[in-house]
């Protein structure tokens, strides 16, 4: 049989790459040793790297704290980071992130929360940001929500999206199952200020549909928020309307009231009592809208008589506004007595309304509908005659319904009709 030769390397010459790494993968295992349970592999130890270079295996370097971004409410990315990866002190609300934002120290309510608010059995994390405000001002503030700590706290929404708004002066005041689905929702508020007034509205985020949303309707919102409680039952009720500056109007208290009613929140909107003259007015006016003809009259009978609430013309240097009020009160009692099928007991208040008030707007505008009257005309004719007087006064008579926001703006077509 031929006897097969089989070349050698030649020495000096280097070794193929296959050969290469068959020997080093036999030398790892030549530690290897029978034993009576087994195999024992031991493995190799990587060489160190050069000074200077990274070590190819090791611990990740931490994530550092991130600095203040110049769009701070779109932060929440690199914070998300560092919570993930970095020495971040949850526990204690971060308060290195707060030091180094120039955040607000102090803050109402609760700062941050780990809590399981879409019902996946891991809690999420919720933190508060309140910048300071200057001047006396209320500071723009957030709210960021961050998944849990096994999807590495990614940053998933804002009190911002879902209010909407570039919220300011945001507080979280309350974390409960409102919607009574067995998952909890967070109760916050936040403020939207003009000049030195600010309106207040309340949010709630919540996962009931799905998905965070902010369930609180828009009718959920008082000026000069003075009073925020939530009852045992999970009622929000919120008392402002406590006028701030001259500019905002004859402003009175408000009470607004919020509440789960099975599919969705209502609130429920209510006027405190009457302050100023013009407030008793207003109650007229709004139950005449409503045809509650009756209760109409006994109420513009109340403000012309009334001689205890505050003139806010006056107060506000003014003419007052009594001289104006008192004849209007009657000419509309007039008017509700007619819509109420009693037109002989209509007169009777548009002689109190006319007689006695000459020099005003409102007493000449009552004897004009009242002489229309009394040459037969309709009652059509006669409100035609009177606003034909009161558009020749217009702007004079449109300067005296000026009475900031907070009042509704009469007209000259709104008098007798």
Request: glycine share 10%; aromatic share 8%.
């Amino acid at each position: 049989m031929e006897k097969r030769h089989t070349p050698r390397p030649r020495a000096g010459l280097p070794l193929p790459r296959a050969v290469v790494a068959l020997t080093a993968g036999l030398t790892l295992l030549l530690g290897a040793c029978a034993t009576d349970s087994g195999i024992r592999v031991t493995t190799g130890t990587p060489s160190p790297a050069a000074e200077g270079a990274p070590l190819a295996t090791g611990t990740p370097r931490p994530v550092p704290l991130p600095p203040l971004p110049e769009n701070p409410f779109g932060g929440g990315i690199p914070v998300a980071a560092y919570l993930a990866g970095g020495p971040a002190n949850m526990a204690d609300c971060l308060p290195e992130l707060v030091e180094e934002w120039g955040l607000e120290v102090e803050t109402q309510g609760i700062r941050c929360t780990a809590v399981d608010i879409d019902g996946d059995t891991r809690d999420e994390w919720v933190f508060v940001l309140n910048f300071p405000g200057t001047g006396g001002t209320v500071g723009l503030g957030d709210v960021w929500f961050f998944e849990d700590k096994e999807s590495d706290y990614r940053y998933f929404n804002s009190a911002r999206g879902l209010a909407n708004a570039a919220t300011a002066g945001v507080q979280v005041h309350e974390v409960r199952d409102f919607t009574r689905d067995g998952i909890p929702d967070i109760l916050m508020t936040w403020q939207e200020c003009a000049r030195e007034v600010c309106r207040t509205h309340a949010l709630v985020a919540s996962h009931h549909n799905g998905t965070l949303q902010n369930l609180a309707p828009a009718e959920a919102v008082v000026e000069s928020l003075q009073d925020f409680t939530v009852a045992e039952g999970g009622e929000v009720r919120m008392e402002g309307g406590i006028p701030a500056d001259a500019e905002s109007g004859p402003t009175r208290p408000q009470v607004v009231t919020m509440a789960w009613a099975g599919l969705q929140f209502r609130a429920t909107v209510q006027d405190g009592e009457p302050i100023f003259l013009i407030h008793l007015v207003n109650d007229a006016d709004a139950l005449f809208a409503r045809a509650e003809y009756t209760a109409a009259r006994e109420k513009y009978l109340e403000a012309a008589t009334d001689a205890s609430l505050r003139d806010w013309k006056l107060e506000s240097g003014l003419p007052s506004e009594r001289a104006e009020l008192v004849p209007y009160a009657y000419f509309r009692a007039a008017i509700a007595t007619l819509r109420d099928g009693d037109p002989i007991g209509m007169g009777t208040y548009l002689d109190r309304a006319a007689d006695g008030h000459e020099g005003s707007m409102h007493g000449a505008a009552a004897n004009i509908y009242r002489e229309a009257l009394r040459q037969a005309n309709t009652p059509e004719i006669a409100c035609a005659a009177t606003e034909s007087y009161l558009g020749t006064i217009q702007p004079l008579y449109n300067a005296f319904w000026d009475y900031g926001p907070s009042v509704p703006q009469r007209t000259v077509f709104t008098l007798c009709r």
